[in-house]
């Protein structure tokens, strides 16, 4: 089977000049605009008020007792135990000691977490609204052409993803279109906001994917009725069958430094 | 180990203090004294990174310690220039240089007045909450300091710093319950922080020398075990040894005295053939750290002169008295 010719294009240089280059320069510069852009639109985010800090901290003080109480020799331990139990199940430490049965209350009315779901939509919407705008700008003005070729063999299945809008069924996937460029740019631009904005940048999207994908669940995740989160502690709390790490540490330590 | 202007300012010797202080000027002069937000201006200037502030902290902290306000006055408004003056950490830094220059007792009052002004407007300022607890304590109020400390600690009880400073506190009152009680809550935070093992030992220790509280017998026992579970964390750890050699010499001493106090629930003492053996082992150690040192070993040298030295006379008391 004889070997393919390899396919030549004659292009217009110009065709690099007038699309490679104003697609690089005007994504990098959204880049931009969007990190300023969410830099402005960020609201400090809202002080909580000592009742709920005191709130959060004991559930993480019951949690950081359940955790180490090793260190603790069994009288410590169960003092603070049947301290932290009694605490914990009276309500003594909740926000809102009297709305303790209620139901909580829906997210959406609740002003502070309507606000976090705002910050969201607004990220969202710097990430959306620029998006869709260059793509239908590249579309509108630049589709059609193959533009380069890309130095490496790929195979056939890139041809739709490389030369969309480019209607050529034998054309080698090597070649690429504008509208290919422009999803190049975007996975391929971080490295140049980072260098711009510095490494904590609002400009790539990917970034703000990755961090979407993994928020962080707080200890105190909204809709959540505390006060049985404080219950399943306090019986976490009770069921602790008490060790010490400092019982026999003697023998233990002797052993060690004879060796 | 980390450079000097960025270890934390409490850990430094004086000497070291003031080695960092000496610092600053050429340090202030090195670095811009604003940094500019735009992508443009920071290609040219030296880049911004979170250890330049902590090192302006340091310098600004060595400064007030070596007396030379006007270097810790540029720290301070570089800060200020960076995080603005309303800045939780940087009101308290302010405050901070406020107390140091105040000359009487009527000064210090106007700088605990502001505090408590900041704290009535925003109650959960945490740098200037502990900012006030420090100033009360400064100003001799120990028992306010301390009330104010537990307030403090009742909203944020996860605060490991905030522990062993009220464990400090309760302490020079000669509350050695409770400052057995906030040490150990200080372990429950950092469960392996061998110097917390070993200063819960020291102060059980101390507990059972004063003698008027509680059983001596238990705390000896339990503080037998703190230092040897900080020994275990830390191998060549000097006041884990030192305390521990301190310890096994008493109950040994005790013991030929008196035979084993009643049984109690809590810790029970070894065997007093492991006690011995642990006091030998002590000893030893703690005669090849000071041995090491004094050679000028230069992996011995990390130890702090004066705990080497309070070891060496221990060590050669506890000869002589071997040899009597």
């Known amino acids: ?259 | 180990m980390p450079s000097l202007l960025l270890r934390p300012h409490a850990t430094l010797s004086h000497a070291e203090a003031l080695q960092v202080a000496q610092q600053a000027p050429e340090f202030l002069r090195k670095n811009p004294a604003s940094y500019s937000a735009s992508p443009f201006f920071s290609l040219f200037s030296p880049p911004e990174s979170s250890n330049t502030w902590t090192i302006y902290e340091n310098l600004l902290l060595a400064c007030l310690r070596t007396g030379d306000n006007t270097t810790a006055h540029q720290c301070l408004e570089r800060l200020v220039v960076r995080f603005g003056a309303s800045d939780e950490r940087v009101t308290a830094l302010q405050g901070l240089v406020k107390e140091a220059e105040a000359t009487n007792d009527s000064e210090l009052e106007k700088v605990l007045k502001e505090y408590e002004e900041i704290l009535a407007k925003d109650n959960t300022n945490v740098p200037i909450s502990k900012r006030r607890i420090a100033l009360l304590r400064a100003m001799g109020k120990t028992s306010e300091s301390i009330e104010a400390l537990v307030q403090f600690l009742d909203f944020s009880s996860t605060d490991a710093e905030a522990w062993m400073e009220l464990a400090d506190l309760y302490l020079s009152q000669g509350l050695y319950a409770q400052a057995i009680y906030a040490q150990e809550e200080a372990l429950i935070i950092a469960p392996n922080a061998w110097n917390l093992h070993a200063r819960l030992g020291e102060v059980l220790l101390m507990a059972a020398e004063s003698g008027n509280e509680g059983n001596p017998q238990n705390y000896l026992a339990q503080s037998l075990k703190r230092f040897c579970r900080s020994i275990e964390l830390s191998d060549d750890y000097l006041r884990g040894y030192y305390g521990l050699k301190r310890v096994t010499d008493k109950l040994l001493d005790a013991n030929s005295k008196e035979k084993k106090s009643a049984e109690s629930d809590e810790f029970t003492l070894p065997e007093t053939s492991t006690i011995e053996k642990l006091n030998q082992a002590a000893t030893k150690k703690l005669g090849d750290i000071v041995r090491k040192y004094d050679a000028k070993d230069p992996l011995w040298q990390g130890y702090d002169a004066g705990e080497v030295a309070a070891a060496r006379t221990y060590l050669s008391e506890s000869s002589q008295k071997v040899v009597r």
């Open chain 1, 1 to 259: 089977m004889a070997q393919l010719p390899a396919q030549t294009l004659h292009r217009d240089p110009q065709l690099f000049y007038w699309i490679l280059i104003p697609i690089t320069v005007v994504m990098v510069l959204t880049g931009v605009l969007r990190h300023y852009a969410s830099v402005l639109m960020t609201t400090t985010p809202k002080k909580a008020d000592i009742k709920a800090i005191r709130e959060q901290r004991a559930l993480a003080h019951g949690a950081s007792l359940r955790t180490n109480y090793h260190v603790l020799s069994r009288k410590a331990f169960e003092t603070r135990r049947d301290f932290l139990i009694e605490g914990f199940e009276s309500g003594a430490y909740l926000k809102a000691p009297n709305q303790k049965g209620q139901p909580p209350a829906n997210p959406m009315s609740d002003p502070n977490a309507m606000e976090g779901m705002m910050g969201m939509m607004k990220n969202n919407m710097a990430m959306m609204i620029p998006n869709t705008l260059i793509m239908s700008w590249i579309n509108a003005f630049f589709s059609g052409y193959a533009i380069m070729k890309l130095p490496f063999p790929i195979t056939i299945k890139f041809k739709s993803m490389l030369q969309a809008g480019v209607m050529t069924k034998d054309m080698d996937p090597r070649w690429m279109s504008s509208i290919s460029w422009y999803f190049l740019c975007i996975f391929g631009l971080q490295f140049v906001y980072v260098f711009l904005l510095g490494s904590d940048n609002a400009a790539s999207q990917i970034a703000q994917q990755m961090q979407q994908q993994q928020m962080p669940v707080g200890p105190m995740a909204p809709g959540q009725d505390p006060h049985k989160m404080f219950k399943a502690e306090a019986e976490n709390l009770a069921v602790i069958e008490h060790y010490s790490v400092l019982d026999g540490i003697e023998e233990r330590l002797l052993e060690r430094i004879k060796v």
